[in-house]
């Protein structure tokens, strides 16, 4: 409460009423699987079209090198073709790949080495072009004795620090040596300079500049430019320091010079040149052979240095996850897991491409039995750039797609099937009715090709054996409004847990559920038959209070889809009038 200390008219604002709700987004991909490059650890990263995705993790992989694990790029493209509008990524290496590497000065004992930062041949397309330079310059305006040495008044001190090797120039004469000490436009010098070296004129004759170099990584038309770097352990400029952000090398210091030696001229190994370049090789891709589950599950190094399916525990936008083509069940059993466990994450599984058979397919489908996953078949035909001819690619990217695509112009409530699957020019294996009858009531939905209408997706069941939760929709639909409810109403912890909370709290989520039942995500002809929601003594004990629970049942009635649309017709007859 203010306090009133004085006499006079005081306003205070107080919130009586509910806060607005604003719903998550339902339609953001992750994807994990092999890429040409990109990082293999850390946070996945985020990828708004099909061009962004190339800039980062490189284009489509060759059938020949990596068979059914290349298919990353060709999900991702097709996620974004079929509606899609950001995702996150997962970059998965073989165990045998390796980064590039090169240094300089070459085969004169390492200074600098250049390591592309993650592996694969894409590395051996680096150029490293180093040229000298310098940060700063200006004059000796006279040399000072004192009891602990010379010291150099200068013009202009700044960008002159300890540690720094300096050049002073006479003509066609350079000396080098080292600044020990920088304070108020006075320097103090390793090695002692002569009075040859002050020049008080207004025009200088006689200059001293700091010795550095820069360095430009080349890839493709990716260019990294890094001026002024130097091999001063202790400035700001040092080489490593300023090249840590570079998203194409790490470069690491070997040996440094040990005498005063200007950075340049080291990397040159003593030579006059007006630049060095140096190309990084050795570069793999490694082997589909090296690869196992282990590769995609990943492991949890802790935050940041998590991989594969483990690394999207550090990511929390997240609501749609595949590892398109990979149908090992131990990775497709791990990503369901993983979304179970969050309890806000949807998984899209492929089936294996040579499951043609009804009964191969359902052996297959008879691994899972969950509500956070959905299975689709068969493989799609699409037009392979890489080629030039159709492939087959798995399912799952064009289907998180059209998630998105269903979610953004229909809503999480409309279940997304019978869409038409964009840029799909033919099936890998043609199912009929007959077929459908056995694999839809066991949760596989099948992706059928319908004359005049175009390939569509048709089924909508997840692989959950509880009939409360066989819809696509109605999970999901659960998803979004507990994390909408979660996110929204954080501003009510450590609030007094009284009447006034438990109203403010009501009102919030009625808003919300209301809203929802008017967009027809709810069943019910008014919103009390849509949801409720009950807060107050009905909800917690004098125990849940005592102890800082604050309780709120909800109940909401989901709608669920039009699966079958049947239509009983009979014959009218005149005696059926009268």
């Known amino acids: 409460m203010a306090e009133y200390l004085s006499p006079g008219v005081y306003v205070e604002e107080f919130e009586s009423g509910g806060k607005p709700m604003e719903g998550v987004s339902t339609s953001t991909a992750g994807f994990i699987g092999l890429a040409e490059r990109g990082p293999v650890e850390g946070v996945p990263q985020l990828v708004t079209n099909f061009a962004d995705f190339k800039r980062t993790y490189g284009g489509y992989l060759s059938e020949s090198e990596f068979g059914d694990y290349r298919f990353l790029a060709y999900a991702v493209e097709h996620f974004f073709i079929n509606g899609g509008s950001r995702c996150f990524v997962a970059r998965v290496a073989p165990s045998d790949a390796k980064c590039a590497e090169g240094s300089v000065p070459a085969g004169k004992g390492a200074v600098l080495t250049f390591t592309a930062k993650n592996p694969g041949i894409w590395g051996d397309s680096i150029r490293v072009v180093l040229t000298p330079a310098s940060k700063a310059k200006t004059q000796v305006l006279e040399i000072l004795e004192t009891s602990t040495g010379k010291q150099y008044r200068v013009k202009n001190g700044a960008g002159f620090g300890a540690g720094d090797i300096i050049a002073f120039a006479d003509g066609d004469k350079v000396v080098y040596n080292k600044v020990t000490k920088s304070q108020d436009n006075l320097l103090e010098l390793e090695e002692d300079f002569d009075d040859s070296v002050v020049d008080a004129g207004i025009v200088p004759v006689k200059t001293i500049s700091t010795c550095e170099f820069s360095m430009e990584v080349k890839y493709d038309d990716q260019v990294e430019l890094y001026e002024n770097l130097s091999f001063n ?4 400029n040092f080489v490593t320091k300023r090249t840590a952000k570079s998203d194409l090398v790490t470069v690491t210091c070997g040996e440094l010079p040990t005498d005063i030696t200007a950075p340049f001229t080291a990397l040159c190994g003593g030579t006059e040149q007006a630049l060095v370049a140096a190309g990084l090789t050795d570069g793999s891709n490694g082997s589909a052979a090296s690869l196992s589950a282990a590769d995609f599950i990943g492991v949890d190094n802790g935050a940041g240095k998590r991989t594969g399916i483990q690394a999207f525990l550090d990511n929390d936008l997240v609501s749609l996850m595949a590892v398109p083509g990979v149908v090992d069940p131990n990775v497709q059993l791990m990503l369901v897991a993983h979304c179970e466990n969050l309890g806000s994450r949807f998984a899209v599984l492929d089936m294996p491409r040579d499951a043609r058979k009804v009964q191969d397919i359902v052996a297959h489908r008879e691994i899972f039995d969950s509500n956070y996953a959905a299975l689709y078949h068969p493989w799609l035909e699409v037009f392979d750039p890489l080629d030039k001819k159709n492939i087959a690619i798995p399912p799952s990217g064009s289907m998180l797609g059209i998630f998105a ?59 959950s054996s509880n009939a409360s939760w066989k819809y696509i929709n109605v999970r999901r639909l659960f998803i979004f409004i507990e994390e909408s409810i979660k996110a929204n109403t954080n501003w009510a912890v450590f609030e007094p847990n009284d009447e006034q909370l438990w109203v403010r709290v009501k009102r919030t989520i009625d808003v919300f559920l209301t809203g929802l039942w008017r967009n027809g995500s709810l069943a019910g002809s008014s919103p009390s038959e849509a949801f409720f929601v009950d807060i107050g003594r009905s909800t917690m004990s004098q125990d849940d209070i005592d102890n800082g629970r604050l309780v709120c049942v909800i109940g909401v009635a989901p709608v669920k889809p039009a699966e079958f649309v049947i239509f009983r017709i009979t014959q009218k007859t005149s005696e059926a009038g009268q």
């Open 233 to 236: 352990i202790e400035a700001s």
């Open 405 to 463: 695509r269903s979610d953004n112009t229909r809503g999480v409530h409309k279940a997304p099937a019978n869409e038409v699957v964009r840029a799909c020019v033919g099936l890998d294996v043609q199912f009929n009715k007959g077929e459908q009858d056995i694999l839809n009531p066991k949760g596989v939905n099948l992706i059928r090709s319908f004359p005049g209408q175009g390939i569509r997706v048709w089924g909508a069941r997840t692989a």
